[in-house]
Every structure is written in structure tokens, then in C-alpha cells.
């Protein structure tokens, strides 16, 4: 585009020229033959002198414009066009964005005021724009009682720090700045803001629940950087990858991983014997769920927790009329407010969590509110892990005894005792493989428990036994 200026009667008066005018026009008419110029003929070797050339006169013409938006600022240019501020009539004239257009207005107030120096670099095409824009920033985030010498310290540095670094190396720089010029001061500094920052980080905690769909719950956490940090020391040696069966990579995703280390470490803080405590009570969730579909894997149990008040409650409903018309009220079961669960997570859940199986009946009467020996004791899971030799007992898996969960070869709803010949000790990874995926584990005639996979896994089904090699004691 070639742009014409307008040398003739103006601003100054009939037939008045400004000197300024009469340059530019001479850069315009040096413009076009430098645009019209073909590049395709320039040799490779003289391509990186030409750029640099064309980074000097941008350089060099951005500071005329951000002189020019100075003076027009001092002058009040904008009465004339009746624009808010000089921000607003520079975008009229340039058609730049709001942002920019006050940002330029902001840089050309320093480069006249205070960063003089940057001023004269810029004009002699030493900086870019960007770079100038850069080093303003840095000095504009200083503390407001720092005095000037040190800032014109700061200054010198960051515009010797240009000649090495591109804009963004050197705002990192500038981020770091104070810390540089002043590193005592700005320690101090730094420690209080980190403090304030700290102190809101604590006080704007929080924690929700959101609702459950499709099965899945959800949990929304803002915390302060020492949490998040914790949590994920915590969830890192439990989220490592793990095979899915002998042999087999683990093919969860990073997310899934962690997502169910987070699952883990909840199930390993509510089985701790120094878990917390409500008026006593060990936290702690009941599910429903009728006896028949409970043995058969049938249907669906609901999760309720005795620590909250949305807990099952009676509900009577008119079954018939007698032969007089009245009606007659029956208890058929429980209303239930809480999520539904499967009928195969509400047997794994009952292997070894501190949840409390409520089976009832076919008439909603409770038959069993959990068996004080349905859990394995300490004592036996230690004999679990001295037999099976402290770490998961599912092939090619290393997950540590203490991060286990013990299970029920036969299931304790269908009548399988808890002791030593009918459990085994799995992590919650392969627990959930044994309900969900097929494969099954009994016990050998030697006292080992085996594992079946299924046909999909290996069509002969053959048994597989954790070797000498997978068992270190």
C-alpha cells in the first residue's frame, strides 16, 4: 500500500510544509522501491543483513510514532478530533485496538519521563518495540518507593540484557528484576507478598460436591499451593503404572491413573486405625440392597453415609383394600436417597471396606446389617501377607502389602468364611479385575491361591500362579 502525504496546506498554515512531513514523504517515496523491489532475486547470504536492516527501520519508525503520541498528548490533539483521551485518538488514527492503542500512549509517556535511555536505543534501532515495551513493564512492576537511581540501574541492565535475549527471555528477566539489583530487599519483599498471598490462598478454600450423574460424582477444590502439592507426593507412587494381567502394559491413561490413585488413597485413609472420628463413629457408608440380587450380581444397591442425614428411611405404601374398603399400609422397603450402585461393586465394596452391607429382604426387613466377621483382622491379613509375601498377590503386580485390600475367594454373601484359606490380598486396581473383568482366583491344593483369566486373555483358560521370581519376601 502506498500511502500519500498530504505536504501542503494543513495544521500549519497555506503552503506550510513541517520538515517532518517533507522526511516521511522521502521514507514513502523510499518505501516503494524497497516493497517493489523483488526478493526472489537476493542471495541467500544476505537475507539475515537485510532483516536486520527492516528490524532497525521498524524500530527506528516505532519511536517517531511513540514521539509523536507523546507530543500530541501534551498538546491535547484530541480536542480536535474530540476523542476521550490520547489513547482513543490514537486508535482513530492508527486503527489499533484498545489495548494496544493504551499501552502505546503509556510507553510514550515512559520514554519521554523516565526511561530516556531506552527512548535513545529504540531510536537508534539497538531494541525492538517489543523489547521496549518489555523493559517499561519490568520497571513499571518495581515498588512504587524505589528510588530512582536504582531504577535507572535496573533500566541499564535490562537494555544490556536486550542485546542477548529476545522479548521473551527478556521478560523473564524482568520478572526477576528486583531480585537482581536488589536481592535483599527484594527478598523481604517477597517473603510479605508471599505471606498475603498465603494467608488468602488459606481463607479462599473450598470444597464442593457436585451432583452425581451417570454414575459419576464430582468434587471441586480450590486450595492453597501446599495441598494440591501433598496430594500429588501422595498420589504419585500409587498412580505409577501397573499391568492389567500378566505380561500386559498398563493401558490407563495418565488422568485415569491418578484418578484412581486419588480413589486408593481415599480407601487407605478410611481403612487407617487412626482415621478420623464423628461422635465416636469411624467414617463409614451403608449400602442397601436386596439379598437375592446381592448373591446373584443382580440389579443395584444404594451408597448412603451414617455421617450425613440423607440416610434410608420407611417408606409405607397401600398394598390392597380390605373387604370393607379400608386400605391397609405394609412396609415394602427402604426409600433410599443416596446413588445407586451395581450389584458387582457392592460385593467388591463388602470385601474389605468399612462399608456396611444392609441386605434385606424380600419383604424390605432387614436380614443382616454386616457380620462383625466378615472383615479380615489385622492378625490375618499379616498372615495373608507372610503367606503370599507382602505385596499384591495378583501376577506381575508390586503393589505393597500395606496398600491392599483383602478378598474373599468365595464371597462372605455366599456363605465363604474369613480366614486364611479363603482370602487373598489385592490391590484395589486388580480387586476391581477379579469383580469386573473376568478373571477368577481360587484356592490350589497346596494352600496358594490361582488365577483363571478369561478366554479373551488365554482360550485355555490355564491357571496362573505367582512364581518365586514375582513373591521376594
Known amino acids: 500500500m502506498v500511502m500519500d502525504i498530504d505536504t501542503g496546506a494543513g495544521s500549519g498554515g497555506a503552503g506550510f510544509a513541517h520538515p517532518l512531513l517533507a522526511w516521511l514523504a522521502g521514507v514513502g517515496e523510499q518505501l ?61 488514527v492508527t486503527r489499533m485496538g484498545r489495548r494496544e492503542a493504551s499501552v502505546s500512549v503509556r510507553l510514550a509517556k515512559a520514554l519521554d519521563q523516565m526511561l530516556r535511555s531506552t ?55 524482568g520478572k526477576h528484576l528486583y531480585e537482581v539489583i536488589a536481592p535483599e530487599d527484594a527478598e523481604r519483599r517477597i517473603g510479605k507478598q508471599l505471606e498475603e498471598q498465603e494467608r488468602r490462598a488459606r481463607e479462599n478454600r473450598t470444597l464442593s460436591f457436585g451432583p452425581v450423574r451417570d454414575g459419576m460424582g464430582t468434587v471441586f477444590l480450590r486450595a492453597d499451593l501446599p495441598t494440591p502439592a501433598i496430594l500429588q507426593a501422595l498420589l504419585d507412587p500409587l498412580a505409577r503404572p501397573r499391568p492389567s494381567g500378566p505380561g500386559g502394559p498398563d493401558l490407563r491413561s495418565s488422568e485415569r491413573r491418578q484418578a484412581d490413585a486419588f480413589a486408593e488413597l481415599v480407601a487407605l485413609a478410611q481403612a487407617a486405625v487412626d482415621a478420623p472420628t464423628r461422635g465416636g463413629t469411624r467414617p463409614r457408608l451403608t449400602v442397601t440392597m436386596n439379598h437375592d440380587n446381592l448373591a446373584n450380581k443382580l440389579g443395584y444397591g444404594t ?14 405404601v397401600k398394598t390392597h383394600s380390605d373387604e370393607d374398603g379400608s386400605g391397609r399400609q405394609e412396609m415394602i422397603g427402604y426409600r ?39 472383615l479380615f483382622t489385622s492378625s490375618q491379613r499379616h498372615a495373608l501377607a507372610e503367606r503370599d509375601g507382602y505385596f499384591c498377590h495378583f501376577p506381575d503386580c508390586r503393589r505393597p502389602e500395606k496398600w491392599t485390600e483383602a478378598h474373599h475367594i468365595r464371597h462372605w454373601v455366599d456363605g465363604g468364611a474369613t480366614d486364611l484359606n479363603n482370602g487373598v490380598l489385592l490391590c484395589q486396581h486388580h480387586h476391581t479385575v477379579i469383580h469386573t473383568k473376568g478373571w477368577t482366583v481360587r484356592m ?26 514375582t513373591i521376594r519376601r
Not at 336 to 352: E, F, K, M, N, Y
Open 32 to 92: 516503494d522501491g524497497a516493497v517493489e523491489c523483488p526478493t526472489l532475486s537476493l542471495p541467500l547470504d544476505q537475507y539475515e543483513g537485510a532483516m536486520r536492516q527492516i528490524a532497525v527501520c521498524e524500530a527506528r519508525l516505532a519511536s517517531l510514532r511513540l514521539s509523536l503520541t507523546r507530543q500530541a498528548e501534551l498538546n491535547e490533539v484530541k480536542k480536535l478530533t474530540g476523542a476521550a483521551n490520547t489513547a482513543g485518538w490514537v486508535r482513530q
Open 119 to 173: 527512548g535513545e536505543a529504540l531510536s537508534d534501532g539497538e531494541i525492538s518495540l517489543g523489547q521496549a515495551q518489555v523493559i517499561e513493564r519490568a520497571i513499571r512492576r518495581l515498588p512504587n518507593d524505589v528510588d530512582a537511581d536504582v531504577k535507572a540501574e535496573a533500566e541499564a541492565f535490562l537494555l544490556d540484557s536486550a542485546q542477548a535475549l529476545d522479548t521473551d527471555e527478556l521478560d523473564k528477566a
Open 303 to 316: 451408597l448412603n453415609s451414617v455421617l450425613t442425614d440423607f440416610g434410608p428411611a420407611h417408606l409405607h
Open 336 to 374: 433410599i436417597t443416596g446413588p445407586p450402585l451395581s450389584a458387582t461393586l457392592v460385593r467388591q465394596l463388602a470385601c474389605d471396606a468399612e462399608i456396611i452391607p444392609m441386605v434385606l429382604g424380600g419383604d424390605g426387613a432387614v436380614l443382616d446389617l454386616g457380620r462383625g466377621t466378615r
Open 444 to 469: 490350589s491344593g497346596d494352600g496358594h491361591p490361582e488365577y483363571t483369566p478369561p478366554p479373551w486373555v488365554d482360550r485355555h483358560q490355564n491357571p496362573i500362579r505367582p512364581n518365586d521370581t
